[in-house]
């Protein structure tokens, strides 16, 4: 496999990659663990009052999105019939006001 960059180098795959399948393993069950943790730490009030105060870090950044493929039927149910067309022309930045 090729991979051509924005000056047009053709540049070899293997060259390009640049994590191993062992590390994409490890980052993925220390992203599982993490998530699995804290889905069990959010009853905590001390975990709650914790994690507000790390989020005073993320003012700037994006809005999360809905990931409409991972949502159940409840909170598609709750989003409403029109959510996936509405989502999908906000990320096309396309939304009508």
């Known amino acids: 496999m090729i991979v051509t960059d924005a000056n047009g180098r053709q540049i070899p ?5 640049r994590i191993s399948d062992s590390e994409m393993r490890e980052l993925m069950r220390e992203i599982v663990n993490r998530l699995y943790t804290f889905q069990l730490r959010l009853g905590e009030e ?3 009052d914790y ?3 790390q ?3 993320t003012r ?4 999360p ?17 029109d959510a996936a067309e509405h989502l999908a ?3 096309q930045g396309t939304e009508p006001r």
Request: hydrophobic share 35%.
């Open 13 to 17: 795959w293997s060259e390009v990659s």
């Open 46 to 48: 001390e975990f709650r």
């Open 51 to 53: 994690l507000d105060r």
């Open 55 to 57: 989020l005073t870090s």
């Open 60 to 63: 700037n950044w994006d809005e």
């Open 65 to 81: 999105k809905l990931d409409w493929n991972l949502a159940g039927r409840k909170l598609r149910k709750a989003a409403g019939p």
């Open 89 to 91: 022309l906000r990320d």
